[in-house]
């Protein structure tokens, strides 16, 4: 654990710019859940990283906005029992979330029109449809 997160072939997160709290998870445990500090927090300064390409850091400040604290993203793993599979648990989901941050918007989208065959399709079925509830009804028309 020592090394870096390998986030992308250009970008390596070093150890040293991660932070880890520890706290009391709630759930099950027993007496341990008690006495162990087992939650982890796992926090990577994303706006004052020096690791990071600037083209990368715009791109990935821009969508996480709304999960950075002061350019700070926090992961949370309190799912396993033991302290060392949260911290496990939290850098696979920080690696994660920062892949999904710096990748390449996908291609636009180009507007197609439907064929002349397609809409003449679709105003048929619309025709047969209304004849249809026209044929359903017993009043006098």
Request: glycine share 8%; charged share 35%; hydrophobic share 35%.
């Amino acid at each position: 654990m020592d090394d870096g997160l390998r986030v992308t072939d250009r970008w390596v997160v070093p150890a040293g710019e991660l932070r880890e709290r520890f706290s009391r998870s709630s759930g099950p445990g027993g007496q341990g859940v008690n006495t162990a500090d087992s939650r982890v927090e796992l926090s990577f300064d994303l706006a004052g990283s020096p690791s990071i390409p600037e083209s990368l850091r715009t791109r990935a400040l821009d969508r996480l906005a709304g999960r950075l604290v002061d350019g700070v993203l926090t992961i949370a793993a309190s799912e396993h029992r033991a302290q060392l599979a949260n911290r496990e648990a939290a850098r696979e989901r920080l690696v994660s979330m920062l892949r999904e941050a710096v990748a390449p918007p996908p291609p636009p989208r180009r507007p197609t029109r439907p064929s002349r065959a397609a809409k003449e399709r679709r105003l048929a079925e619309k025709k047969r449809r209304g004849q249809r509830k026209r044929d359903r009804r017993v009043d006098g028309e």
